[in-house]
């Protein structure tokens, strides 16, 4: 079971947050920077909301086995009266205020985290637009405001049946020409940690003998 690891390639449909440090708000969440780069919802009464678009993930099982979009979040500003904090799936609120957290870690960032369920696990959602909406009371005197470093997105998930070849065009297209036609199953540990620095998929251990005889095959047709 391959694991996913990616942050957002596009703005989408909702672009309320603000941006701080970093030419845009891809650039910003990227990666986890504290300080350096971020998005900011600045709210006094009003519903401040923000989603982007993630790699679109193809040729897996659907549904996906497991899913989540991660937040490196930070409460700047406590403001004035309530704050609801939630995330938002596939274009959709997920309805759990997570505010509580972010404040009680306050000034320090918390790691905020949605994990996808039911109908949340489609491929279709998965590929959806992803992200945070904020909101607090106070008035534009007592405003209160949350701060972003870092978004991504976790997803877990099979290829469809007989489709093992996948493992070898994952390996192929990341990689290239830096394997060769000399793997060796020795050299699965190796390869693994090279794909997840670079491309940001996880071979787990249990996978190595299927990913290499994939790959085997492959070189062979």
């Known amino acids: 079971m391959p694991a996913q690891v990616d ?4 703005t989408g449909a909702l672009q309320d947050w603000g941006l701080w440090g970093a030419p845009n ?28 678009q993630f790699p ?17 979040t930070r409460c700047y500003l406590i403001g004035g009266g309530g704050r609801s904090y939630e995330a938002i799936w596939n274009s959709v609120l997920d309805l759990t205020n997570r505010q ?57 998930y099979d290829y ?3 489709n093992a070849g996948e493992f070898a065009y994952m390996i192929g297209s990341l990689v290239g020409s830096f394997i060769g036609a000399n793997l060796l199953f020795r050299d699965m540990p190796a390869l693994a940690r090279f794909l997840w620095a670079r491309g ?20 062979c047709h």
């Open 200 to 219: 940001r998929y996880l071979i787990k251990p249990s996978e190595y003998e299927i990913a290499f005889r994939a790959w085997r095959e492959a070189r």
């Open 160 to 162: 469809v049946a007989g």
């Open 7 to 10: 942050v957002p390639i596009n």
């Open 56 to 72: 679109a993930i193809a040729g897996v099982a659907d549904p996906v086995t497991s899913a989540s979009l991660t937040a490196i």
């Open 100 to 156: 509580q957290e972010v404040r009680l870690a306050m000034p320090n960032y918390v790691t905020v985290t949605y994990n996808a369920a039911g109908a949340g696990l489609a491929l279709a959602a998965v590929n959806g637009e992803h992200g945070f909406l904020f909101k607090a009371a106070g008035g534009p005197d007592q405003k209160a405001e949350y701060w972003i470093t870092h978004l991504y997105r976790t997803v877990n």
């Open 25 to 52: 708000k891809i650039a910003a969440v990227a990666t986890n920077d504290g300080d350096t780069s971020l998005i900011y919802a600045s709210s006094g009464g009003r519903y401040v909301r923000e989603t982007m």
